[in-house]
């Protein structure tokens, strides 16, 4: 009994990774922010039904895809800024700033989780993935305070909050539709070009620089 128990949860995590899995790569596609429900099911190789049973509406599912993404990059810049040598402000930056490279699923979604991802969610599920965000600010915050010791207890996590606002706001920015990318090509438009990851550096630099010199001031 304890057997079929546990195998019928594998097959449970199973569809579960294999919608997660189609959902981002959808989300990657140029299509990512129209994909239906249908579209998902194909490319999971799962019915329309099924994926309902797992995610009542599209917004669940991206929510569960966003704390799926969300977790691989915290423990990957815990592991970063694990690594030994001499801390200041602007290494931290570049650290974090670097740990965004190459995620284009999670910069989309982590532009969307108040607006979208978190709206038409039931609240247990809201709820539980307000539990578990908490959870994963703190220990990242944390991290950063024992890398950047000016913070105060529990200014760590506010430097993450204040970070994601950086990040968001420049991927907005950055992630163009292929159309306005042409037009951002030509000479005329260069000024109002987003290059995300050297953007990225600069400001997070300021930030966490201007933070460590009005702590000593």
């Given at each position: 009994m304890v057997n079929q128990r546990a195998r019928k949860e594998?097959?449970?995590?199973?569809?579960?990774?294999?919608?997660?899995?189609?959902?981002?790569?959808?989300m990657a596609s140029a299509r990512w922010a129209t994909f239906s429900m249908t579209e998902l099911a194909a490319g999971a190789g799962l019915s329309k039904a099924t994926v309902f049973l797992y995610y009542p509406t599209r917004?669940?599912?991206?929510?569960g895809l966003f704390q799926r993404a969300l977790d691989r990059w915290f423990d990957e810049l815990d592991e970063a800024l694990a690594r030994g040598g001499r801390w200041t402000p602007a290494r931290v930056a570049r650290t974090v700033?670097?740990?965004?490279?190459?995620?284009?699923?999670?910069?989309?979604?982590?532009?969307?989780?108040?607006?979208?991802l978190e709206r038409n969610v039931p609240d247990e599920v809201?709820?539980?993935?307000?539990?578990?965000?908490?959870a994963r600010v703190a220990k990242l915050g944390a991290r950063?305070?024992?890398?950047?010791?000016?913070?105060?207890?529990?200014?760590?996590?506010?430097?993450?909050l204040r970070t994601r606002a950086v990040v968001s706001g420049?991927?907005?920015?950055?992630?163009?539709?292929?159309?306005?990318?042409?037009?951002?090509?030509?000479?005329?438009?260069?000024?109002?070009?987003?290059?995300f990851g050297p953007e990225l550096t600069v400001c997070l630099t300021a930030l966490y620089e201007g933070l460590a010199a009005a702590s000593e001031g």
């Open positions: 594998d097959d449970k995590q199973e569809r579960r990774d294999a919608l997660l899995d189609a959902a981002e790569a959808l917004e669940a599912l991206l929510l700033a670097e740990s965004f490279a190459d995620r284009p699923v999670l910069l989309r979604l982590l532009a969307q989780l108040e607006t979208v809201v709820r539980a993935h307000k539990r578990w965000l908490t950063i305070e024992s890398r950047l010791p000016w913070l105060a207890a529990g200014g760590g996590a506010r430097l993450v420049l991927w907005q920015m950055a992630d163009a539709s292929p159309a306005v990318e042409a037009l951002l090509a030509e000479p005329e438009f260069a000024p109002m070009r987003v290059p």
